[in-house]
């Protein structure tokens, strides 16, 4: 995109949300406990391994239940919710919404509105989480990239749901779920914990189901989530035009389920597919080819008119 196409652009966007008041202690209190807890139980998974190793059971535990909370940020959070690019009978939206929930990465509505937000102002004023909005000072791409991947989070911009989330305001079962958001953090952490107790009958494996299947699980998805919004916007190869420096990170499209093809994602928001080119894996893509044969999934948008795929959703 041009200098010139771009500076219209940025003249034609509406003006962001007033700013909202600063977070109150428990706020930052509750944001504390999401990004530190995981942390703490990775140091304790790591010290652990050190003496002890890992069994199989903690392992496959783990990656199913990354695999599924994943999905239900990537398939569900992100592709169906934030950006329609598919519908799903009830149940599934349901299922995904829930396990998105489980995450641990805030409320359905919140990460959609907030998500939304970062689309139409992506890399400019107005934008949640860009690393490029720290512009002067030493260490500037340093400070740029801690903001754009955690720093943000204790000081989020007022994304008001009546503004960027009125679909699912609409909705009753959304509104519900988004509301019980603390319930399903609870539930992310008593499914290991309960399923560590049934398998091995000790309150040792059930406490090292919760570090491994828990605590580690949950930290390595936040940061790779956190690392598609600061990494994908200061490196990465950018095969398509856009208005923002969105970049693809190959080597981590496995983990964020194909949410790091950003450039390809900002180029065409409104596609499925993440990975468009031939062999970029996309495992969100794959997972919906198969709720798309089974009936489950419908309306997926494969492809756009080439007109419109390089418009960000507004």
């Given at each position: 995109?041009?200098?010139?196409?771009?500076?219209?652009?940025?003249?034609?966007?509406?003006?962001?949300?007033?700013?909202?008041?600063?977070?109150?202690?428990?706020?930052?209190?509750?944001?504390?406990?999401?990004?530190?807890?995981?942390?703490?139980?990775?140091?304790?998974?790591?010290?652990?391994?050190?003496?002890?190793?890992?069994?199989?059971?903690?392992?496959?535990?783990?990656?199913?239940?990354?695999?599924?909370?994943?999905?239900?940020?990537?398939?569900?959070?992100?592709?169906?919710?934030?950006?329609?690019?598919?519908?799903?009978?009830?149940?599934?939206?349901?299922?995904?919404?829930?396990?998105?929930?489980?995450?641990?990465?805030?409320?359905?509505?919140?990460?959609?509105?907030?998500?939304?937000?970062?689309?139409?102002?992506?890399?400019?004023?107005?934008?949640?989480?860009?690393?490029?909005?720290?512009?002067?000072?030493?260490?500037?791409?340093?400070?740029?990239?801690?903001?754009?991947?955690?720093?943000?989070?204790f000081a989020p911009p007022s994304s008001a749901a009546t503004r960027w989330s009125k679909d699912l305001l609409a909705d009753r079962d959304m509104v519900v779920i988004s509301n019980l958001a603390p319930l399903w953090i609870l539930v992310s952490l008593a499914l290991p914990f309960g399923i560590g107790l049934a398998v091995t009958r000790s309150l040792s494996g059930a406490a090292m189901a919760l570090v491994w299947a828990g605590g580690v699980r949950i930290a390595l998805l936040h940061h790779v989530t956190w690392g598609v919004n600061s990494l994908g916007h200061l490196f990465g190869k950018r095969p398509y035009a856009s208005s923002d420096r969105s970049g693809n990170i190959a080597w981590l499209s496995v983990l964020s389920f194909g949410d790091s093809w950003h450039n390809s994602h900002h180029a065409a928001p409104a596609l499925a597919r993440h990975g468009r080119d031939r062999h970029q894996l996309d495992p969100s893509a794959a997972m919906l080819r198969i709720f798309e044969s089974l009936g489950w999934a419908s309306h997926v948008r494969w492809s756009t008119p080439a007109a419109g795929a390089a418009q960000a959703l507004q």
């Open positions: 995109m041009s200098a010139g196409a771009q500076a219209t652009l940025r003249r034609a966007l509406p003006a962001p949300d007033a700013a909202a008041p600063a977070p109150g202690w428990r706020d930052q209190l509750i944001t504390s406990l999401v990004v530190l807890a995981p942390l703490c139980a990775l140091a304790v998974a790591v010290d652990r391994f050190w003496h002890h190793g890992i069994g199989w059971f903690d392992v496959v535990l783990g990656v199913a239940l990354y695999a599924i909370t994943g999905l239900g940020l990537s398939l569900g959070y992100h592709r169906l919710f934030a950006h329609r690019s598919f519908r799903a009978r009830r149940w599934l939206r349901i299922a995904l919404a829930v396990a998105g929930g489980m995450a641990v990465e805030g409320s359905l509505i919140s990460w959609v509105s907030h998500h939304r937000r970062h689309h139409l102002y992506a890399d400019r004023a107005g934008d949640p989480h860009s690393p490029w909005l720290v512009e002067t000072g030493r260490f500037r791409r340093l400070r740029g990239l801690a903001h754009a991947h955690v720093g943000w989070l």
